[in-house]
């Protein structure tokens, strides 16, 4: 009940930006944190950013200093704001959120994005 519209994705060259957005929408109590995950072909999927509802943030090593991630609790959105960007960085690029369905319940669920895909060009 919870979906995830991405987008931002698209072809740049080597040196390039480019700004991935997440907007959840649905029926949910609350969204407890957001986070981008890429996979790339015989690689396995790794965290490329989080962020939690009170704004801590976390990176991979691999893009420390190049990308930044925010959030605008008020719209239910995450984006990745990717410079610098490298052919490494080649991959489909997935949103996730952990959000709590309702008040009165203690589970909590992940949900993806469709994925967009990031292409780098050397």
């Known amino acids: 009940q919870v979906q995830l519209v991405e987008s931002g994705g698209g072809l740049v060259q080597a040196g390039g930006s480019l700004r991935l957005s997440c907007a959840a929408s649905?029926?949910?109590?609350?969204?407890?944190?957001m986070g981008w995950y890429r996979q790339a072909p015989e690689k396995p999927r790794e965290l490329v950013a989080g962020i939690t509802s009170g704004g801590s943030t976390n990176y991979a090593d691999s893009v420390k200093g190049r990308f930044t991630i925010s959030r605008d609790n008020a719209k239910n959105t995450v984006y990745l704001q990717m410079n610098t960007l490298k052919p490494e960085d080649t991959a489909v690029y997935h949103c996730?959120?952990?959000?709590?369905?309702?008040?009165?319940?203690?589970?909590?669920?992940?949900?993806w994005g469709q994925g967009t895909q990031v292409s780098v060009s050397s």
């Open positions: 996730k959120a952990i959000v709590t369905v309702t008040q009165t319940s203690p589970g909590k669920y992940q949900y």
């Open positions: 649905g029926s949910f109590f609350s969204i407890n944190s």
